[in-house]
């Protein structure tokens, strides 16, 4: 069968739920009240989902170390 990894991320909380554990972060998860976009705590959250986390400073980037599978889900979604 199949394993779900049920993640909850609490709004401007220190902590995320895993299952029936609780995981502490350093940031909490944020929603921008002018953007209405979310801001997550993504170096735990790729940690929790078994991607790699990484920062390109001359790009400026946060850079997603995926596995093929999951880079080839995420181009049929998004169509890249």
């Known amino acids: 069968g199949t394993y779900t990894k049920i993640i909850y991320v609490p709004i401007n909380k220190d902590c995320i739920q895993v299952d029936t554990g609780i995981v502490a972060t350093s940031v909490p998860a ?8 979310s801001y997550l705590p993504i170096r735990v959250l790729g940690d929790l989902l078994n991607v790699g986390v990484s920062w390109d400073n001359s790009t400026k980037s946060v850079v997603l170390d995926l596995e093929e599978e999951q880079f080839t889900k995420l181009r049929y979604k998004y169509g890249i």
Not at 30 to 37: A, C, G, S, Y
């Open 30 to 37: 944020l929603i921008d009240p002018v953007t209405n976009r």
